[in-house]
């Protein structure tokens, strides 16, 4: 009997650890956000805005990947494209500080100041109500508006 016991809580702890690595492994790295951001760029200065963000929101157009995917935003606040929450577009987000952070002006000042770079905050980590440091990578493009893309750190 207690050979079994240990048998049944060996396993299970094997299962859980398992499950915590499987969803790990569904979480993207900052360096897979920046290369996404990137991808975001390039997309927008080939095929402007309107194109681009149909592309960022289709399940298919190659612009969601693990928990990755690409917000835009223009120098005043205005959210533009949103993948995961389209009720956000045409929203003026620059006063937003809901998790003890200025993310959306810090956004603006990187992209007026270098064009490109980092921004930590934090935010809700994905179905849970736990907030975790998060950064994203913003970049300008020719459109003169930024997009970016955000992993936990």
Request: proline share 3%.
């Amino acid at each position: 009997m207690m050979r079994q016991s240990l048998f049944v809580t060996a396993s299970m702890a094997l299962l859980g650890a398992t499950m915590n690595l499987a969803i790990a492994g569904d979480m993207a790295s900052p360096d897979e956000a920046k290369a996404m951001s990137q991808k975001a760029q390039a997309a927008v200065n080939e095929m402007g805005g309107d194109k681009a963000f149909a592309m960022f929101a289709a399940d298919d157009g190659g612009f969601k990947e693990k928990d990755l995917y690409v917000f835009c935003m223009d120098l005043e606040g205005v959210m533009l494209s949103h993948a995961m929450k389209p009720e956000l577009v045409g929203k003026n987000l620059l006063d937003f500080n809901k998790y003890g952070d200025e993310l959306f002006k810090n956004m603006i000042a990187v992209a007026k100041s270098s064009g490109e770079g980092w921004v930590d905050y934090h935010w809700p980590y994905p179905g849970s109500d736990e907030i975790r440091e998060k950064t994203s990578y913003v970049m300008t493009n020719k459109e003169g508006f930024f997009c970016g893309v955000g992993a936990y750190k």
